[in-house]
């Protein structure tokens, strides 16, 4: 199998423990930000905290989910770091 040409995409998913303080928060996602100059394949930084959803999609997503056996959702607006 011949191995795809471009950029890779690589995403980190993850709940800060509840008692993570806004600002520590911000400080991590800062200091991720901060790797891009320093890891050359490293291009770019996104990230976003929370999705909110409307209506509508929740009413459809209650008719769609149950049909599936497994779904992995991503949800995202990113936000660019550049530095």
Do not use: C, Q
């Not at 459809?60 to 550049?82: C, H, R, T």
């Amino acid at each position: 199998m011949e191995e795809e040409k471009g950029p890779v995409k690589h995403m980190l998913l993850a709940k800060f423990r509840d008692e993570i303080t806004t600002e520590k928060v911000e400080e991590l996602i800062r200091g991720y930000a901060n790797l891009v100059p320093l890891i050359d394949p490293m291009k770019a930084f996104h990230w976003r905290l929370r999705v909110r959803r409307s209506p509508a999609h929740v009413e459809f997503a209650n008719i769609f989910l149950p049909a599936l056996e497994k779904v992995i959702v991503i949800d995202y607006k990113p936000n660019s770091s550049k530095l």
